[in-house]
């Protein structure tokens, strides 16, 4: 499985921007796909997440009814939208994909990863 995370960029707070996550190879091993941040010098953090199949969605506190995660299962696409954007949401966002819904607030539990795409949020 492949990863191509995108749509990273410079947002003043308050601001929106849109990730997207495109998925390729073998799609049929994954059960869940995520969206995880990382900030300089901070350990990579979970953000969100979403079924492959059946889409039900899962948010860390911090940004529930913030941001919110989707996925076309035709396109072989997740994407975050992310709103009403704060500085602390500054990080490099990466998209993991998971072979299983178990523990998938947890970076340990994604084989695969994406490149990441740079957040900044300035105030």
């Known amino acids: 499985v492949q990863l191509q995370a995108s749509g990273g960029g410079l947002v003043q707070a308050g601001g929106s921007l849109s990730l997207s996550c495109a998925a390729s190879g073998s799609i049929f091993r994954l059960n869940a796909m995520g969206w995880f941040r990382q900030a300089p010098g901070k350990e990579r953090e979970y953000v969100a997440a979403?079924?492959?199949?059946?889409?039900?969605?899962y948010y860390t506190d911090s940004v529930k009814g913030r941001f919110s995660i989707s996925r076309d299962n035709a396109k072989n696409m997740v994407y975050l939208q992310m709103n009403s954007l704060r500085p602390e949401d500054t990080a490099v966002y990466y998209c993991g994909a998971s072979s299983t819904l178990a523990n998938i607030g947890l970076v340990s539990s994604y084989e695969y990863w994406g490149q990441g795409t740079l957040v900044t949020v300035s105030s």
């Open positions: 979403i079924s492959w199949s059946g889409g039900s969605t």
